[in-house]
Structures are given as C-alpha cells and as structure tokens.
C-alpha cells in the first residue's frame, strides 16, 4: 500500500535536467498582492483621504534601471477608493519608507521634513569648509562659544542642586508632623463636639416626648375620672336640681328617676337595713287636713313618733344636693314623694 504524502519521488536513470525548458517571464511582470497604505495620503483627482493601514488589491512591478546597494526597489498601484484615480508610490530603502510618486500628496510627513531639512544644512556646511579654510575656523569659534554655554548653564544647575541639598529635611518632617498631629487633634475636639451636639438633642427630644406622654397621661386620667364622675349612680340624685311643686304631671318624670336608681343600686324599700328609712303610705285624712293649721299641728305631732320631722309636705319643698343635707335624707325625701305621687 503506497503512502497518502509522497516525500521522495523516483527520478529515472536517464533524467537529464538540462532537457527540462526554463520559464521565461519579462522582468517588468506584475503581480497583484494584498497591502495596506504605508501612510496618509490625500488624492489629487478628488480631495479622497486616504488613511494609513487602508487595505487595497495593489499590482506590484519591480522598478528597472534603481537599485539601492543591490537591493530592487518595488512600485504599487493602487486606485482611489472615491474615484478610481491611479494612486503610485514606491519602496525606499534608504530612508526604510515608502515614496509618493504620482496621484495623490503624503500628509502629516512633519518629522520626515526635519529631518531633511538637517540634513541639507550639514551638507551644505561641509561644503563651505571643503572650499573656505576661514569658515571652518569660524565654525570651530561658534562650536566652543556652544559649549562654553552649555557647560555654564550646566554649572548653574549643579550649583542649584546643591543649595536645594542643603535643605534641612529632618526638620521639616518634624514640622509635617506636628502640623499632622495638630490636625488630628482639631478632627478629635470636631468630632466630641458633634457628639455632644448629638447627644443634647436627643435629650432634649427625649424630654419633649416625656412631657407630650405626661400630658398624654394627665389627659387620659382627667377623661377617666370625668367618665367615672358621670357614671356615678348617686349623680343621677344630685346633677337635676327639682324645680317647684308639680301636680300630678310630674308622675312620669319620678317615676323614670326611680327605676333608673333601682337598676343601679336595687330596691331599698323591701325590707334590709335600709327599709326603715321607706316612709309609709299616709292616711287620706292627713293629706287633706295639710291645708289647715288646727289639724297640720295635730297631725304633725302624731306622726313625730313615727317619721323624722324633716319629711312632710315633700311635694311642695325643693330636694337639693347642696344645702347639706344628707344622702339618706334625700333618699327618704325622694321615696316620700314619690309615694304621695302615687296616691
């Protein structure tokens, strides 16, 4: 099995390699090859930039007739990416660039025409002394009148190097630091002050709310005692003063008093420690004799033993809170009338 990558290959006995024909191709053959623009370059035709590192399909000839110490130099054509216009340049080993023949300018080539421009003043100066023995002279007079400035100018830095040598720089270290320490201390006092600052006023926050909780408090216990004042069952006795006398219109009125303290406190006039304070249902006698004197004395005396003085003719007195008397009495005072009411 022979092998996929033939290396050696069988050359007959009668191979004579003279026979072979030779190739003969012109010497201004051109190739096409894949560049870039060796610079920036601007077309003549339209005004085109074309900018260095632009790729282009160049054809490549070798430049008859121009060698540089043996070495062919190289021509490129190129066309204009606007307007097709035949842009040329060429290799130039002498400067290791490239040269601008024809169809466009070569921009931003400052440093290449310094560089030049050097060049043709040092040639033109060696010519001058090849042909005048006095302008050597002078410029040897010119050179060391160069080097004299030089070297004072150099002295003067030398001596400036050495008044900034003499500079005390342990002290002025001792100075930064003091001045650091100095402004560590200023942060310090800055920062206890704020703190404090801080601290004030959340004191003086904290008391405000206290004193709003306080007040808060005070208020709270003020509606409470207000509630339990008004929900006091004795205050349904004191808090209406009893106008005059009524008639038997008036009925209704007592009679809601009386069952709003009997749900509060209970019944008191069905026996306990309190029934004897219950005045009894009087004759009919008695309440007609009330509107003469000869029989009000009889019958007042007669009920002495029985009731407290302070009870008869309940009707037409006034039960009042303030004048002192007690909550029994007006108690008694209360279920008296009421009892007349009824009759």
Same mark, same amino acid.
């Given at each position: 099995m022979s092998e996929r990558k033939v290396l050696n290959k069988y050359y007959p006995p009668d191979f004579d390699p003279?026979?072979?024909p030779k190739l003969k191709l012109p010497k201004d053959r051109q190739y096409v090859v894949r560049l870039m623009a060796p610079f920036n370059m601007r077309c003549k035709t339209c005004g085109e930039y074309i900018y260095k590192g632009k790729k282009f399909n160049a054809r490549k000839e070798t430049v008859q007739n121009e060698l540089y110490m043996g070495l062919p130099i190289f021509r490129f054509y190129i066309k204009c990416t606007r307007c097709l216009a035949e842009i040329t340049f060429k290799t130039d080993p002498e400067n290791t660039d490239y040269a601008m023949e024809h169809g466009a300018t070569r921009n931003f080539q400052a440093e290449k025409l310094i560089e030049e421009e050097e060049k043709r003043v040092q040639q033109e100066r060696e010519e001058e002394e090849?042909?005048?023995?006095?302008?050597?002279?002078?410029?040897?007079?010119k050179d060391s009148k160069m080097e004299m400035e030089v070297l004072e100018n150099l002295q003067e830095l030398k001596e400036l190097n050495q008044r900034q040598a003499q500079v005390d720089f342990e002290g002025m270290i001792e100075r930064y630091r003091e001045l650091e320490k100095m402004e560590r201390e200023r942060e310090k006092e800055d920062d206890e002050r704020e703190t404090k600052e801080m601290l004030d006023r959340a004191l003086v926050k904290r008391l405000r709310d206290s004193d709003s909780d306080s007040e808060k408090e005070e208020e709270t216990n003020s509606s409470q005692s207000k509630k339990a004042f008004t929900e006091n069952p004795t205050e349904v006795l004191t808090s209406e003063k009893p106008t005059e006398a009524q008639g038997p219109s008036s009925g209704p009125v007592k009679k809601a008093k009386v069952e709003s303290w009997e749900r509060s406190v209970g019944t008191l006039g069905r026996g306990g420690a309190l029934g004897s304070l219950v005045v009894r249902k009087k004759?009919?006698?008695?309440?007609?004799?009330?509107?003469?004197? =000869?029989?009000?004395?009889?019958? =007042?005396?007669q009920t002495d033993s029985?009731?407290?003085?302070?009870q008869e003719n309940n009707a037409s007195k006034p039960v009042n809170s303030q004048n002192g008397s007690s909550s029994l009495s007006l108690l008694g005072a209360y279920s008296d009338s009421d009892s007349n009411d009824s009759e």
């Open positions: 003279s026979k072979i090849l042909n005048n023995p006095m302008k050597v002279l002078e410029n040897r007079t004759p009919a006698a008695a309440a007609a004799a009330v509107s003469k004197p =000869s029989s009000a004395a009889a019958t =007042s005396s029985k009731a407290p003085p302070v």
